[in-house]
């Protein structure tokens, strides 16, 4: 395997290199693609520099005379610009092959971790199962089919299950949810956390195995302060929206003072949302 950074040969283009490589595309040509034809037909504006995208992902193509590309399906036409450039400079063209793109948790937006809609491969089991749990009823197959390695044939049979009924969506989850945990752990992993799931949202009780912290001092913190030094939160910005929302609870009850200071002598448990706990001890 090799790691190529295209800063390599893209810094050693000139101004009459880009001039160049632009003479090898219309206007019309990148017009084709989706976004820009939308963009133009409804008379939102494009800017030039938004052009030069594909031609310098297509270029890429070109310096490392690449046999296949490998994208999702909204990289569909930067890979064949691909293509298009490596003709244009004489060398053999790429196959192309494209993959289907995985919805988030949010069921609109791909799957990404800079929009927090994601199951993360390296995520604690109980984490990724119960995050498993909260996808979209519709988007049951489609992880089944793009998630998992089963077999066509059980694939097949679980879309059918589902498509007449035989089948409720929360079970097809739980078991989409134990394949998904076991492929990145193993079995008892995903039934630890099937019992953690069941336990939490179906009897309504506090995790067996909630993670301990141990914490200096006897004194209080603010909540909102304790939420981003656990990293239960990203900032104290989402902290407060969270307890606004209703989203935090300690020791199972519903906190919306941001003023809130915790106690640290009592070792409470925070909770936020529906899956993040965590019981802090005094060290």
């Not at 691909?82 to 196959?95: A, D, I, M, S």
């Not at 336990?199 to 995790?207: G, I, N």
């Not at 925070?270 to 899956?275: E, L, N, P, S």
Request: aromatic share 8%.
């Amino acid at each position: 395997m090799e790691l190529h950074y295209n800063s390599t040969w893209l810094n050693r283009l000139n101004l009459e290199d880009i001039i160049y490589l632009a003479s090898s595309i219309t206007v019309a040509r990148l017009l084709e693609r989706n976004d820009f034809s939308e963009r133009f037909s409804t008379g939102k504006p494009i800017s030039l520099h938004e052009f030069f995208y594909p031609l310098m992902q297509g270029y890429d193509s070109v310096e490392l005379e690449s046999d296949v590309e490998l994208g999702g399906t909204d990289q569909h036409f930067n890979v064949l610009m691909g293509r298009q450039l490596q003709e244009h400079f004489k060398k053999e063209k790429q196959v192309v092959l494209l993959l289907h793109l995985l919805e988030g948790l949010d069921g609109v937006e791909k799957m990404s971790k800079s929009k927090n809609n994601y199951i993360g491969v390296d995520e604690e089991p109980h984490e990724m199962y119960g995050k498993t749990m909260s996808i979209p009823d519709a988007l049951i197959v489609k992880y089944l089919e793009l998630s998992t390695d089963l077999p066509l044939e059980q694939k097949k049979q679980v879309k059918e299950q589902l498509g007449k009924g035989k089948l409720h969506p929360r079970d097809a989850k739980m078991f989409l949810a134990r394949t998904i945990v076991s492929t990145f752990y193993n079995i008892e992993e995903a039934e630890r956390a099937e019992e953690t799931f069941k336990a939490v949202f179906q009897r309504r009780s506090l995790p067996e195995n909630i993670p301990v912290v141990k914490w200096q001092g006897n004194g209080t913190i603010p909540l909102v302060d304790l939420l981003v030094e656990l990293k239960m939160q990203p900032s104290k910005t989402e902290a407060r929206k969270m307890i606004q929302n209703g989203g935090v609870r300690i020791n199972e009850v519903k906190i919306r003072d941001l003023n809130k200071l915790v106690n640290i002598k009592e070792e409470p448990i925070i909770q936020v949302g529906k899956r993040k706990f965590v019981k802090l001890v005094r060290d």
